[in-house]
């Protein structure tokens, strides 16, 4: 795997028709600076509107992965993103002026061609990695798909498909490393059953299909007015059914092409994480939507590690995640209004925080003489301090705004703090629109609760 980013040497283009859409387009691969990333540009457009290729941009998974940014679509980007992560190319910027890229045989093998006429550019910047450190999981127990990324020193893929059907039945697929993508995999052309295809034709999609750029599936028998309806759909005199088979006889490139394919999904639906992945993939009927559902972990937790490395000390401590001096690069607050001693537990919408409870601390003084109580308005200061910490994670540039109280809800107070105590925070974000963000929070003193809210906040540019 490439230590360093890379990019195409010239620009490059091909044409043909949209798979759903059936739209005629014509796609251009430009050479892009390091750190760009994927970016879709919509050349038909007024404005030329950009679309990065972001899980957090990702709108629709039916039947294909459709991005939205600036007011404009891209549908279909994963065999496209595939042979971009195929290639181990880093930087590149994709001209459409369509909605869609060409679906060309179904497959990623023409985007492969193309790139390689490029040329591939190294560049000065270092390839950042997400490297998997313990096991990741994704599970959808309707549809029983599980996905799975453990450790490892290089990029490996496993797919399972089972589609209990007598043509198909269980088929792997194994990539031992990214370099055979381009061989073994770019060239396995996605597939559907015969029994969807009403379904999909109903919904407004494949009107760019042809048994040209796409494997149908025969898994159930058909009479000649089913036969007639299926060569209109693919604008063919007459077509040859099988009775289980593969409709038109058309030969598959390999006996598992179909979960080969869903490899290939598998990689250009991760791209949309934003960075390559060193470890093992094992996903078992994987889909659009548990793909993209995976990158968005693997994306919160990349994220996440980033911003642990960018505040942890370079020792750290077991069980610490960020100490004071780290908690003093995060929060503008400072004695005596500082109400966080450590972070215990960082993740996308949860944390936990610890502060510890002296009667040194200002507020005692006079609250109350002789019988020193926490103020429970300090109590949910100290919350939204750790809620503060937990939005590093939800915005890009958390050092950039101030984050303001628009509301406390439901806010209880079960039992008095005492000095002595250690107070130990427990909060989970519930939701973020715009800029505005809703927290839940609880607090405990050796494990009974002693106070509750629900924190409101808003954060503005600085």
């Known amino acids: 795997m490439y230590s360093k980013q890379h990019t195409i040497q010239k620009s490059v283009s091909l044409s043909g028709v949209g798979l759903h859409t059936g739209a005629p387009v014509q796609l251009t691969f430009y050479p892009a600076p390091e750190n760009h990333g994927y970016v879709f540009v919509r050349e038909d457009l007024p404005g030329k509107p950009q679309i990065r290729a972001d899980v957090d941009n990702v709108v629709d998974v039916l039947r294909g992965t459709t991005l939205q940014e600036n007011g404009a679509r891209v549908t279909t980007v994963e065999h496209t993103l595939a042979a971009l992560v195929g290639l181990q190319i880093d930087?590149?910027?994709?001209g459409l002026d369509g909605p869609e890229p060409p679906v060309m045989d179904g497959s990623s093998i023409e985007y492969i061609r193309v790139l390689l006429e490029a040329g591939l550019q190294e560049q000065e910047a270092d390839r950042e990695y997400f490297v998997v450190e313990e096991p990741m999981h994704y599970f959808e127990k309707d549809r029983q798909v599980d996905i799975a990324a453990l450790p490892n020193d290089n990029f490996r893929v496993s797919v399972?498909?089972?589609?209990?059907?007598?043509?198909?039945?269980?088929?792997?697929?194994?990539?031992?490393?990214?370099?055979?993508?381009?061989?073994?995999?770019?060239?396995?052309?996605?597939?559907?059953?015969?029994?969807?295809?009403?379904?999909?034709?109903?919904?407004?999609?494949?009107?760019g299909g042809d048994l040209n750029n796409a494997?149908?599936?025969?898994?159930?028998?058909?009479?000649?007015?089913?036969?007639?309806?299926?060569?209109?759909?693919f604008n063919r005199d007459f077509i040859t059914v099988a009775k289980e088979g593969i409709l038109n006889n058309t030969e598959l490139r390999y006996p598992n092409e179909p979960a080969r394919h869903k490899l290939l999904d598998v990689l250009g639906d991760l791209a949309l994480a934003g960075v390559p992945?060193?470890?093992?993939?094992?996903?078992?009927?994987?889909?659009?939507?548990?793909?993209?559902?995976?990158?968005?972990?693997?994306?919160?937790?990349?994220?996440?590690k980033k911003i642990e490395s960018k505040y942890k000390n370079g020792a750290g401590k077991q069980g610490v995640v960020?100490?004071?001096?780290?908690?003093?690069?995060?929060?503008?607050?400072?004695?005596?209004?500082?109400?966080?001693?450590?972070?215990?537990?960082?993740?996308?919408?949860?944390i936990e925080g610890i502060k510890n409870v002296t009667i040194n601390e200002p507020f005692f003084v006079g609250h109350f003489e002789g019988?020193?109580?926490?103020?429970?308005?300090?109590?949910?200061?100290?919350?939204?301090?750790?809620?503060?910490?937990?939005?590093?994670?939800?915005?890009?540039?958390?050092?950039?705004?101030?984050?303001?109280?628009?509301?406390?809800?439901?806010?209880?107070?079960?039992?008095?703090?005492?000095?002595?105590?250690?107070l130990h925070f427990k909060l989970e974000l519930r939701s973020i629109k715009r800029n505005i963000c809703m927290l839940s929070g609880k607090a405990y003193v050796d494990g009974v609760l002693v106070c509750e809210a629900d924190l409101v906040s808003s954060f503005v540019k600085k």
């Open 91 to 94: 930087n590149v910027l994709i």
């Open 160 to 207: 399972m498909v089972d589609y209990n059907s007598p043509v198909l039945g269980s088929q792997h697929a194994i990539l031992e490393n990214i370099e055979q993508f381009q061989t073994d995999f770019a060239s396995c052309r996605t597939f559907c059953f015969l029994h969807e295809l009403e379904m999909l034709v109903e919904q407004g999609l494949i009107k």
């Open 215 to 233: 494997i149908v599936v025969v898994d159930k028998e058909i009479d000649e007015t089913e036969i007639t309806k299926l060569a209109k759909i």
């Open 277 to 304: 992945v060193k470890g093992q993939i094992i996903a078992a009927r994987p889909g659009h939507k548990a793909n993209i559902e995976f990158a968005r972990k693997i994306k919160s937790l990349h994220r996440q």
């Open 322 to 350: 960020f100490d004071i001096n780290a908690i003093q690069k995060i929060l503008p607050h400072r004695y005596p209004f500082l109400l966080v001693d450590k972070i215990t537990s960082f993740s996308e919408k949860h």
């Open 371 to 422: 019988n020193p109580i926490m103020p429970g308005v300090l109590q949910l200061e100290a919350m939204a301090q750790i809620g503060g910490i937990l939005l590093l994670n939800a915005l890009e540039n958390p050092n950039d705004v101030w984050v303001y109280f628009l509301a406390i809800d439901n806010a209880r107070f079960k039992k008095p703090v005492i000095p002595g105590d250690t």
